[in-house]
Each structure stands twice: as structure tokens, then as C-alpha cells.
């Protein structure tokens, strides 16, 4: 089983504040995806990048996907309260079937 | 539509008992998929359905753990003689395809708690 090393494991930061989450792996992905988990629910999709040096953004979050598709980040720019939750990044393995390999997570707290 | 959905939200059963998980996928979506997540961790996959088979079932612990889906849509995961380790959050999925790219839409997930 191919592994998604996801870092930090823990942000606590206060509001304003920029913040970057990584994403790692050895093996190649045909897609990654972010998500946002908040207590009590299942995760919720923020972003899917498929292509090598992609970037997208929405509103203050930034995703990368790594040139060779192995990693990606997420960068938050003046983080808010509302930021608040745990954030997961998924890969879709070019091999194997479908089914997401997900990272452990961070939790990301952003007090005002 | 309505989301997915699963049922119950909380479980609690005795070490040894047999318990069923629910999971009502978005309607039309023909792939379905099963994960756990334990404190702490992200989801791990479990079991990937495509219309009735089971396409994937590499990632069931072991032989105690079982899922259907006889008609395509509703899924159920069935787990027999319940251990403490099983005790974790079951969460279902469903996308339109199975394809790679395709959005996986998560229900709220079943807690499982076993004494």
C-alpha cells in the first residue's frame, strides 16, 4: 500500500496568519484531491488537480500539484476562524483501482 | 438530490456481536465505496463497488467483514463477531462512474463504538 505522508499533523495559528499544508509520496497519482472534514461529518471535497504544475485556487486557498505528480500543497492566506477543521489530501493511484489513499490529515485550529 | 446517507449515525455493540452499516449513495451513482477512519487517522479504503460486484475488495481486514449491494444502490457492510479494534468511523461514498477523476461525495458516516 502506497502512502500519503501529510504535514504538518497539527496547526494552531491565529487569525491572519498564512499557513502551508505538504503533501508527500513516492508514488505517482493520476489525481489528488483535498479535503475538509469538520467533527461529526464526512470529509467534504475542496479541489481535485490532475495535472503536473497545476494550480488552483479558491478564494484564499491555494492547491499545487507537484510537477511529477507525486506531492501537493495547500496554502492558506489570511486564515480564518471559519478555516478551522481537518484538512485531508486523497490520491487516486494510476494502477490501482479507484479507491482514494488518504493522508493522516492535519487539523488546523485559527484562533481570532 | 439528497446527499448520501447512512444509517445508523451511532452504534454501540458487545465484543462478538454482529452489526450492519447502511450507506444510501447519491441516486445514479454507480460506484460506491466503503472506508474506516480510526482517531486520528485519514480514511482507509475498505471496498469499492461498480453496479452490483464488488470491484475492489482488498482493503476488508479480514473475513469477518462483508458488504452487498444486490441492487445497485443501497450498500450494506456487515461485521461479524465484533471486535474492540473494529471500533472506528465507517464512512460511505458514491461517485457517478468510478472513474479516477471523479468527485467522491462522503455521507456523515457510521460510529461504531465496540464494548
Known amino acids: 500500500t502506497q502512502l500519503l505522508e501529510q504535514s504538518p499533523q497539527f496547526l494552531s495559528i491565529q487569525e491572519g496568519e498564512n499557513l502551508t499544508v505538504y503533501c508527500n509520496s513516492s508514488?505517482?497519482?493520476?489525481?489528488l484531491q483535498w479535503y475538509r472534514q469538520e467533527p461529526g461529518e464526512g470529509p467534504v471535497l475542496l479541489v481535485t488537480v490532475v495535472t503536473g504544475g497545476e494550480v488552483k485556487k479558491l478564494k484564499r486557498l491555494t492547491f499545487q500539484f507537484g510537477d511529477a505528480r507525486k506531492d501537493s500543497s495547500l496554502h492558506i492566506t489570511a486564515a480564518q476562524p471559519g478555516d478551522t477543521g481537518l484538512y485531508l489530501c486523497?490520491?487516486?493511484?494510476?494502477?490501482?483501482?479507484?479507491?482514494?489513499?488518504f493522508g493522516k490529515g492535519t487539523t488546523l485550529s485559527v484562533s481570532s | 438530490g439528497a446527499g448520501v446517507s447512512q444509517t445508523p449515525s451511532n452504534k454501540v455493540t458487545e465484543k462478538g456481536k454482529y452489526v450492519e452499516l447502511r450507506c444510501d449513495p447519491i441516486?445514479?451513482?454507480?460506484?460506491l465505496y466503503w472506508y474506516r477512519q480510526s482517531l486520528g487517522q485519514g480514511p482507509e479504503f475498505l471496498i469499492y463497488?461498480?453496479?452490483?460486484?464488488?470491484?475492489?475488495d482488498s482493503g476488508l481486514p479480514n473475513d469477518r467483514f462483508f458488504a452487498v449491494r444486490p441492487e445497485g444502490s443501497v450498500s450494506t457492510l456487515k461485521i461479524q463477531r465484533t471486535e474492540r479494534g473494529d471500533s472506528a468511523v465507517y464512512l460511505c461514498?458514491?461517485?457517478?462512474?468510478?472513474?479516477?477523476?471523479?468527485?467522491?461525495?462522503f455521507g456523515p458516516g457510521t460510529r461504531l463504538t465496540v464494548l
Open positions: 461514498a458514491s461517485s457517478a462512474s468510478g472513474a479516477g477523476t471523479d468527485t467522491q461525495y
Open positions: 508514488s505517482v497519482f493520476s489525481s
Open positions: 463497488f461498480q453496479g452490483t460486484g464488488a470491484a475492489d
Open positions: 441516486s445514479g451513482h454507480t460506484a
Open positions: 486523497a490520491g487516486a493511484e494510476i494502477q490501482a483501482g479507484t479507491a482514494l489513499i
